[in-house]
């Protein structure tokens, strides 16, 4: 069975895809290192084969397979393609087969939201966005869809991008303005949410511009050289992870400050598992919640991408 990308779109809504990572996160899920694979291509660059496996034993198994092939963009083809296969857990059966991007793109803002239910502010109201793509596209809306967001900025280098962005989300009856390079120290000091889905190298967003209360999501570091915050942003926040596993090794975002002595693997709180499992209660369990300024960093996890599929077949059977 192929699941459309439209059918995913209508099934894996902001609440059912939210309460399926917090049921998960809590499950009895094994979800090993993902795969890396290097592929030699004849006259292009070399490509990157991904296999992201997690299951649930006697129920279901997944497997999410990304190729990246960035000779591609010479060739006017996406760089990166990915299917999500989805298996009987009893018999290795395959169930149905669905677009990996739009996958990814759902949990991934899915899980920003499941934590900022745990680390915003009960009474979030504004929230600035970092990033005018496909993902902040998914962000927004996820975002909105646990606090009571009535107004939204948007940065990015590209300001055709951004004028395109916030006249899609006032179409959509949303309060969206467009915050200039020169506004996005203000504007990140006044609002409540801060999220970045970025393809930096550097730090947009700078520690000494954040104002207590605020909650930072940070998406778009996904290597150890690239990050979206600087150093002093780590040391001012208490910082949340979707796992500490996947963080510690990927992301710049933690990996850098550590390196460079001005945080410690010990100054992470707590992962999802903890948040959705009770044993971390969120803001609320921080010295002085209402000031506190948190912090959650994801990397993708492969039990976010099961639970969708799981999701996503689930009304077929």
Request: charged share 20%; glycine share 6%; aromatic share 6%.
């Amino acid at each position: 069975m192929q699941i459309s990308a439209n059918t995913l779109r209508e099934r894996l809504t902001w609440p059912k895809m939210i309460a399926a990572l917090r049921d998960i996160f809590v499950a009895d899920v094994h979800s090993p290192v993902r795969h890396h694979h290097f592929i030699d291509v004849p006259n292009a660059p070399q490509a990157t084969l991904l296999l992201m496996p997690a299951w649930i034993e006697g129920q279901y198994l997944g497997v999410k397979q990304v190729s990246v092939f960035p000779g591609n963009n010479a060739k006017g083809l996406p760089g990166l393609t990915s299917l999500y296969t989805l298996s009987c857990g009893e018999t290795g059966q395959t169930l149905a087969q669905m677009d990996g991007n739009v996958i990814t793109a759902i949990r991934t803002a899915a899980a920003s939201a499941l934590a900022s239910a745990y680390l915003s502010r009960d009474d979030s109201r504004s929230m600035l966005m970092v990033g005018a793509g496909r993902m902040g596209r998914h962000l927004v809306p996820a975002h909105c869809s646990v606090r009571p967001i009535e107004t939204v900025w948007i940065w990015d280098r590209n300001s055709a991008a951004v004028s395109d962005f916030v006249a899609e989300l006032q179409s959509q009856g949303i309060d969206a303005r467009s915050c200039h390079t020169e506004q996005l120290p203000d504007v990140a000091g006044q609002v409540d949410i801060i999220s970045c889905a970025t393809l930096a190298n550097d730090p947009v967003i700078l520690g000494e511009w954040l104002s207590p209360g605020v909650h930072v999501d940070l998406v778009g570091s996904f290597t150890p050289s690239m990050r979206e915050v600087d150093n002093l942003a780590m040391q001012k926040a208490k910082i949340f992870v979707d796992t500490r596993a996947g963080a510690l090794a990927e992301t710049g975002d933690l990996i850098i400050p550590i390196q460079e002595g001005a945080m410690a693997t010990t100054d992470i709180q707590a992962e999802l598992t903890e948040l959705c499992g009770n044993t971390h209660l969120g803001r609320s369990a921080l010295a002085q919640p209402d000031r506190a300024i948190t912090l959650f960093k994801s990397v993708g996890d492969s039990r976010e991408d099961l639970a969708a599929a799981i999701l996503a077949y689930q009304p077929t059977e």
